[in-house]
């Protein structure tokens, strides 16, 4: 990997829930537009909450005293100046906005992670693409997931597999060569002595079984990446990344991350709204 290229550790949670969301190829996003916003605006709310920065006291969030420079120091500004304190769903509601969402993908091509790609349309229209440019950053993210839900990386031999050089288990054991007439076999006792109906044969280890294989246990994992679990389960690409998940065991993970939840409330009252519009 090159040096200058980010590590997944690098990426801040609306970085790396936006790198997971956005097509390698094509460099559209994976969801409808209102649901990327949406969840975006919580991935600044809880990196905020990773970073000490803001906290839920009781309904309300609430900034902290101090914090280390981030990224969104905008929008902890916007959150210590309110005179009065909102819920964190009416925070992710004053934060989603096409701006960030542009600001966030811009600030991941700066680090060449991503490409800006430009185009028009007759002349007057202007969109806006960006595929992927380096994969480590991505590949890194979806492999502390996969560990933090029990999966195995891709790739991998099946936890069954036996050795390539292993022989079937129903395979017949070899033939062993003919002895010539009255010839003791190695090992055997000479014709007329007597042996112990409990003697072994000389240097012989009786075989033993081995014991079962344990079954793989998923790392516990850091808060960050839990964070990033959370938000991709609240906007729905949980369960597109990883069919094969537990989902019980991804909404034990993040039941208690109240970011994620305040996107769930928010994108369940939009939905509602549209359902009503088309209606």
């Given at each position: 990997m090159n040096a200058?290229?980010?590590?997944?550790?690098?990426?801040?949670?609306?970085?790396?829930?936006?790198?997971?969301?956005?097509?390698?190829?094509?460099?559209?996003?994976?969801?409808?537009?209102?649901?990327?916003?949406?969840?975006?605006?919580?991935?600044?709310?809880a990196e905020l909450d990773l970073l000490g920065a803001i906290a839920l006291e009781?309904?309300?969030?609430?900034?902290?005293?101090?914090?280390?420079?981030?990224?969104?120091?905008?929008?902890?500004?916007?959150?210590?100046?309110?005179?009065?304190?909102?819920?964190?769903?009416?925070?992710?509601?004053?934060?989603?906005?096409?701006?960030?969402?542009?600001?966030?993908?811009?600030g991941m091509a700066s680090q060449g992670i991503v490409e800006h790609i430009g185009e028009k349309h007759l002349g007057l229209f202007k969109s806006t693409r960006y595929p992927e440019k380096q994969h480590a950053p991505e590949a890194a993210l979806l492999q502390k997931i996969q560990a933090a839900l029990g999966l195995k990386p891709s790739g991998a031999a099946p936890l069954d597999a036996a050795p390539p050089d292993a022989a079937p288990l129903d395979a017949a054991p070899p033939e062993a060569p003919?002895?010539?007439?009255?010839?003791?076999?190695?090992?055997?006792?000479?014709?007329?002595?007597?042996?112990?109906?409990d003697a072994t044969l000389a240097g012989a280890t009786p075989p033993t079984a081995a014991p079962p294989a344990a079954p793989p246990v998923a790392a516990p994992p850091d808060a960050?990446?839990?964070?990033?679990?959370?938000?991709l389960q609240a906007a729905g690409l949980l369960i597109k990344l990883f069919p094969e998940a537990d989902q019980d065991r991804a909404v034990e993970l993040v039941k208690n991350h109240w970011p994620s939840r305040a996107v769930e409330d928010e994108l369940r009252l939009i939905r509602l709204g549209l359902a009503e519009a088309a209606s």
């Open positions: 200058v290229t980010p590590k997944a550790e690098d990426l801040s949670l609306p970085e790396a829930f936006l790198l997971l969301a956005t097509n390698d190829k094509d460099g559209e996003p994976e969801l409808p537009l209102y649901v990327l916003r949406t969840t975006l605006a919580g991935a600044i709310l009781g309904k309300h969030v609430k900034a902290s005293g101090t914090a280390p420079e981030s990224k969104f120091q905008h929008e902890l500004e916007l959150i210590r100046e309110k005179p009065r304190p909102h819920t964190p769903k009416r925070w992710v509601s004053i934060l989603e906005g096409r701006g960030e969402v542009q600001r966030v993908y811009e003919a002895m010539p007439a009255g010839a003791t076999p190695p090992g055997a006792a000479p014709a007329g002595a007597t042996v112990p109906a960050r990446t839990t964070a990033l679990i959370a938000l």
